[in-house]
């Protein structure tokens, strides 16, 4: 240690080797001054109780960025987090210390105290992201942690100041980041010359600390009181061979000379939490300050890059990004490559910069390889600059019952998380994806929200599935939270559900979460969730809220079939809603005021599609085909099953019976009338003519121009195809222009919110076709239309000809062409 004190440091004493967390210069520094030391032991800025994990950073399946996680036994959602990544002066001294069998350990203030000064203090300000937890040691601007800026909050101190801001003010710049980068990240560590850096940034961070003192992180004393303990103590054991890896801010204060009963003073009475830690996946996303979680580097997928490249950065960098727009169908050469550095290099000399950093190199890539658009840089800052590296942790490292059975799940599953969002598309009818579809909604019901469920693109049948898919850090708190209800992904979900079904404020809510009960395959929770939805539906009265749940109950009757669920007692419940809300709706839409009356008709559109399904889902389970058309036999009924639902035809008569009393009653507002007529002619329960009767009563000019607005919003709009109709139906069509036409000058701005909001919700297409009808007039439709007909494109009859020529297609798409003979060409005809 004696060449590394005629180095510079001040005096006799332990090797301080100040960094910037997440600095490449800094780990590239680190690197060579221990190899030029040769400590004894090195101490690292970290929690301590981490220090039985770092044997584990030599393991082969040990990839960064990982997280040391801490949490509280007693409350998991109370955590924080260390990221490390390649280029983290931390991870370096701990692959240096563990290659060259030189002990390692941790010094920081204990996670057990941190977690609990945390609980204890709510009020102070934090810089935690939703959910409370906190990343540490995060590099800052300032060249601290974020255990540093979480662990050091203001006590009476209303100035925080940012180290590096302040020092490369002095140095005449406006950008810390810039400054960092030319003296730092652009300097080379020479030969002879492996202290120099931490002597000047000890000496500029002594000023500052004589200055500003604490700079209002007052957390920082008692921080930097068991430092200097932990230093003291390895100083014993090892004598001189003491190197201290720690944020440049504290390396004044670990120098200074302290009494060691002070620094027992400072630490005296402190909270304490009982605490486990663990290495977690970290992503390079969550390592920037543009993602909430202030990390203090907003590029590091940059310098991850400067740290790994051997040689030529920036010509290396610039590849990368070539190869980027390449894979995205960009046309990108070699040429552009080689004018891009030059650029660079120009912009860095005129810039009066040692070498070309992110700025220069992002402008190059901006006028050189995407002409001059920012559309395609963002993918390059998005993919490259950040970054989607996800890092990995071995299966040695310790966890949560629950996660031990999460990673089993994955691995024979073969679903890995992925920092990259990507989709992933299944097939229900298939072992491993009805499988992967109970996991991922299981974690979901547990609040662990790594997939989202997104529309299937080619299918809406209930045996596929859609899932969007991101593997976030935090999750792993969320396991961890999780682990309270159960030790695997099965149970803690089951127990969950349960729980969540007594603790539900309404009705909708327990139907919603039979539904997620039904998709995740809980059976042991069903029932106890059906129970307390029969109890909720007796005593709610409430027609909104009953024509709420009965959706998302009749929605899960689709999944017995695919999934082999009884839903026997499901189907007795849901009927038994059906006819409440047959029985309360009528009186429940009397003297609603508009947006009353527009809640309603979404209710009943809603209640409309499930008397459908609930139908369907009748039929289902006496083994009609289900939602794909592939016939599934029903399920044996067990020896309590409840007596059969009433007859979905008998549903669907009374609900259309309740319709016809809504379409008729001039108490319900007019958006609900006009849709109960709608849905009436859609059903074929309404002919023709009675429905233009009917809107021939609702536009007379006896109606108050509001309520006929009203009627037709409710007949035509609400994305209800309204607009094909009426370019189909020149009587529908007629009616509307005539009254249209007809509204006095004063009432036509009264009217003119509710016609733009249903006209605007048509296709451009269909807009187009009713200007071109209604300027044409009525039968004066052009010689684009067939005799009799009235409509373009449209003849007055079936064109056999026409239609015979489609046949073969049909056949083939509906897998006919081996069945000869067992379907009329005429049944097919009507399909077309």
Not at 375 to 394: C, K, S, T, Y
Not at 669 to 684: I, Q, S, T, W
Not at 743 to 748: E, I, K, R, T, Y
Request: hydrophobic share 45%; proline share 7%.
């Amino acid at each position: 240690m004696t060449g590394t004190e005629e180095s510079g440091s001040r005096g006799a004493g332990p090797l301080l080797l100040g960094v910037r967390h997440h600095g490449p210069g800094s780990a590239r520094a680190v690197r060579a001054a221990l190899a030029a030391a040769r400590p004894r032991v090195v101490l690292i800025e970290g929690p301590p109780e981490a220090d039985a994990l770092i044997p584990l950073a030599a393991d082969e399946d040990m990839r960064p960025p990982v997280a040391l996680l801490a949490h509280a036994v007693d409350e998991p959602g109370r955590s924080a987090f260390w990221p490390l990544a390649e280029f983290s002066p931390e991870w370096v001294a701990i692959r240096w210390a563990l290659e060259h069998d030189v002990p390692a350990r941790f010094i920081d203030l204990p996670a057990t105290h941190s977690l609990a000064w945390e609980r204890d203090e709510p009020g102070e300000e934090t810089q935690e992201p939703a959910g409370g937890e906190r990343e540490e040691p995060s590099a800052g601007g300032d060249g601290e942690s974020d255990s540093d800026a979480a662990g050091q909050r203001a006590v009476g101190v209303d100035v925080r100041i940012d180290p590096l801001a302040v020092l490369a003010e002095a140095a005449g710049y406006d950008d810390p980041e810039r400054w960092w980068e030319d003296v730092v990240e652009h300097r080379g560590v020479g030969e002879g010359d492996a202290f120099g850096p931490f002597v000047v940034l000890e000496e500029a961070m002594g000023a500052l600390r004589e200055t500003y003192g604490s700079g209002g992180h007052d957390r920082d004393l008692v921080r930097e009181a068991y430092m200097r303990l932990q230093v003291r103590a390895a100083q014993r054991e090892f004598g001189a061979g003491v190197a201290v890896v720690c944020g440049a801010w504290h390396v004044p204060a670990l120098r200074q000379k302290s009494a060691v009963a002070a620094d027992r003073a400072l630490l005296k009475g402190l909270p304490k939490v009982k605490a486990d830690m663990t290495w977690v996946p970290w992503t390079y996303r969550r390592l920037s300050r543009r993602s909430g979680y202030g990390a203090g580097i907003d590029s590091p997928g940059w310098y991850g890059h400067l740290f790994g490249a051997p040689d030529r950065p920036v010509e290396r960098w610039l590849t990368r990004v070539a190869g980027l727009l390449r894979d995205e169908d960009r046309l990108v050469s070699s040429a552009h490559v080689i004018e891009a550095v030059r650029l660079a290099e120009t912009l860095a000399a005129m810039r009066g910069r040692p070498l070309p950093g992110l700025s220069e190199t992002t402008d190059a890539v901006r006028a050189v390889m995407c002409e001059g658009s920012d559309v395609p840089l963002a993918l390059v800052h998005d993919r490259l600059v950040v970054g989607d590296v996800l890092g990995e942790v071995p299966q040695a490292a310790p966890a949560v019952p629950l996660q031990r059975d999460l990673d089993r799940l994955q691995r024979r599953l073969r679903l890995k998380p992925e920092a990259l969002e990507r989709e992933l598309e299944l097939d229900l009818r298939k072992d491993t994806d009805a499988e992967r579809s109970r996991l991922l909604h299981r974690l979901r019901l547990l609040g662990v929200g790594w997939g989202e469920p997104v529309a299937a693109r080619g299918s809406t049948g209930t045996f596929r599935e859609a899932w969007r898919l991101r593997w976030e850090p935090e999750l792993s708190v969320r396991v961890a939270e999780a682990g309270v209800w159960g030790t695997t992904v099965l149970g803690a979900a089951t127990a969950k559900a349960e729980a969540d079904a007594v603790s539900a404020q309404g009705l909708a809510d327990v139907t919603a979460l039979a539904e997620r009960c039904l998709l995740a395959e809980l059976p042991d929770a069903l029932p106890v969730v059906m129970r307390v939805l029969a109890d909720r539906a007796a005593l709610d009265a409430d027609v909104g809220h009953l024509a709420q749940a009965l959706p998302a109950l009749v929605r899960s009757l689709r999944y017995g079939d695919v999934r082999g669920t009884d839903t026997g007692a499901l189907t007795e419940v849901a009927a038994g809603l059906a006819e409440r809300i047959f029985v309360g709706l009528p009186p429940a839409c009397a003297a609603l005021d508009a947006d009353a009356a527009e809640e309603m008709r979404r209710h009943v559109d809603a209640v409309h599609g499930a008397v459908g399904l609930l139908g369907d889902a009748v039929v289902s389970a006496h083994g009609i085909p289900g939602g794909d058309g592939a016939p599934v036999p029903a399920p044996a009924p067990a020896a309590s099953a409840p007596a059969p639902a009433p007859a979905h035809g008998d549903l669907r008569e009374r609900w259309w019976a309740v319709l016809r009393v809504l379409s008729g009653r001039d108490t319900v507002p007019g958006v609900v009338r006009g849709r109960a007529v709608r849905l009436l002619l859609d059903e074929g329960e309404l002919a023709q003519d009675e429905a233009a009767r009917l809107m021939g009563l609702v536009l007379s000019p006896g109606t108050p121009p509001g309520d006929a607005a009203a009627w037709i919003e409710g007949f035509v709009g609400g994305g209800s195809g309204g607009g094909m109709l009426l370019v189909h139906d020149e009587r529908l069509l007629g009616l509307v222009d005539a009254w249209l036409t007809g509204v006095p000058a004063l009432a036509f701005t009264d009217v003119l919110p509710l016609l733009r909001r249903t006209f605007s919700a048509y296709e451009p297409g269909v807009r187009r076709t009713l200007g071109e009808l209604v300027r044409r007039g009525p039968g004066q439709r052009g010689s684009g239309a067939a005799a009799g007909s009235g409509i373009p494109g449209f003849a007055a009859d079936l064109d056999s000809g026409r239609a015979d020529a489609v046949l073969p297609v049909v056949r083939l798409l509906l897998g006919l062409d081996a069945e000869v003979g067992s379907t009329d060409d005429n049944d097919l005809v009507g399909v077309a």
